[in-house]
């Protein structure tokens, strides 16, 4: 049965063109898997010496662990975060593209959930909340590349369609009146007389996924960020008081197709031994590659209010990596120099995300 409605699907093309141009395309159907965006809870643990959010398109759900290497060896992780996107997480079988354009920017609004445990045993647990304003290079919302798209399923469709009425013709037969053996034959027949086989289609919609991705995955984008970290001496968290608020601002802009600039403002209230202290950072991280494999480059300046006026430059490089769909590692080593006490640390890491395949 399943084979006679593809058959049936593939036999009037032109329906499923008239479905699209109505807007009844499936969200889930265009997602693709850039590289993962930061998650505000997670960066608001300090886990990382990076105050940067990087931005990128909303995913329906993404994760990362740090702190698998303490810079001479692999460790158990203690930080986690996870994002979602609840309106796509919610409705992921049903929404289509025409909704999401409507209202873009609360689409794709996001939060975020992070644990931490230092060093002390103090849980540290925070909420986030992400909106991203300018959105390029999301393919679901990118009218112009999807019509291409349609164009090659148009194609497709239209010669598999004519095969099929040719090979229904000359056998004299009705579809709906067929057994799965002559459904089986037909096939054989549309497939050894078509220009371009089903396997080929896809393998030729793979690399137009490919070659969009590769194009705009440092696409111009613009995020803000806010989390809220709250500690507690205990697992139950049974007392937690305030420890950290945060606010972000990046911008990402492209240059070219080989490389992508963040420039990244954050501020933050940290609370220690129950006094408040102010921390504004500025930042500029610089990536170069392409979207499965990039390497980056990082400066960041940060002014710190505790025990007086402390400021610090970070300087940073790395890489990461796509394993596999929805997978991914990064990792960074970098310098931290203290100018009041003229003291430099070196840091480095090895993250792991993951998001829903595409």
Known sequence: MKTLIVLIFMLFPMIALSQFAEDSELVKNYKLNFALPDIPAFKALGTEPSNILRPSIAQDFSFVSSEFFNGKNLIIPTSFGLEISPILL???????????????????????????????????????????????????????????????????????????????????????????????????????????????????????????????????????????????????????????????????????????????????????????????????????????IKVFVEEQIESNKYLGEKISLLLNCGAEVNLKNGFWIDLNAGLVKNYNNNSSDFISQLRFRYTLPE
Do not use: C
């Open 90 to 292: 919610m409705k992921t079988n049903d929404m289509t593209l025409g909704e999401f354009r409507k209202h873009n920017a609360l689409k794709t609004s996001r939060f975020s959930l992070g644990t931490f445990k230092d060093s002390l045993k103090t849980m540290n647990i925070s909420v986030g909340y992400r909106i991203t304003v300018i959105n390029k290079g999301d393919l679901r919302t990118d009218i112009g590349a999807l019509e291409n798209f349609l164009d090659m399923a148009k194609v497709h469709a239209e010669r598999r369609s004519f095969l099929i009425k040719r090979y229904l013709k000359s056998k004299n037969l009705i579809l709906i009146d067929m057994n799965d053996e002559q459904i089986k034959e037909m096939d054989e027949y549309v497939n050894k007389n078509i220009v371009e086989s089903e396997e080929d289609f896809e393998k030729r919609l793979d690399e137009f996924k490919k070659q969009y991705k590769n194009n705009n995955w440092n696409a111009e984008k613009l995020d803000f960020a806010v989390a809220y970290v709250g500690k507690s001496p205990d697992s139950l968290l049974s007392n937690v008081s305030f420890r950290n608020f945060s606010l972000w601002g990046t911008y990402a802009i492209p240059i070219k197709k080989f490389a992508q600039i963040l420039l990244g403002v954050n501020y933050q209230l940290n609370n220690f031994h129950d006094k408040n202290y102010n921390s504004f950072s500025f930042s500029n991280r610089n990536y170069f590659g392409s979207n499965r």
